[in-house]
């Protein structure tokens, strides 16, 4: 089985940045894409950035432009850079990754990490 443990969130001023980091306990036998949603209080949990095997990233709307989603496949590690951040930001954001974590199983499967909290704030 794999954990995901994100790390890096924190209490950061309208205009500042963070630099989100996931990482896998172990490597994934294939993977399909790595990225990362966010939840705030009272909403539902949305995509944010998205990368695929093959190296394409999504965005969602709201960050293009300020948010790069990016991997490190030799550290099992997936980053979220957030720069220009505002208070709409604040949530608690979660990597998730699918794929499959070794070669005999025939299926792919999300796995979730904890959840890292962001505050913008003045």
């Known amino acids: 089985q794999v954990q995901l443990v994100e790390s890096g969130g924190g209490l950061v001023q309208p205009g500042g940045s963070l630099r989100l980091s996931c990482a896998a306990s172990?490597?994934?036998?294939?993977?399909?894409?790595m990225g990362w949603h966010r939840q705030a209080p009272g909403k539902e949990r949305e995509l944010v950035a998205r990368?695929?095997?093959?190296?394409?990233?999504n965005y969602a709307d709201s960050v293009k432009g300020r948010f790069t989603i990016s991997r490190d496949n030799a550290k099992n590690t997936v980053y979220l850079e957030m720069n220009s951040l505002k208070p709409e930001d604040t949530a608690t954001y979660y990597c998730?990754?699918?794929?499959?974590?070794?070669?005999?199983?025939?299926?792919?499967?999300?796995?979730w990490g904890q959840g890292t909290q962001v505050t913008v704030s003045s």
């Open positions: 990368i695929t095997s093959g190296g394409t990233a």
């Open positions: 172990r490597s994934f036998f294939s993977i399909n894409y």
């Open positions: 998730n990754v699918r794929g499959r974590v070794d070669f005999i199983v025939l299926y792919d499967s999300t796995y």
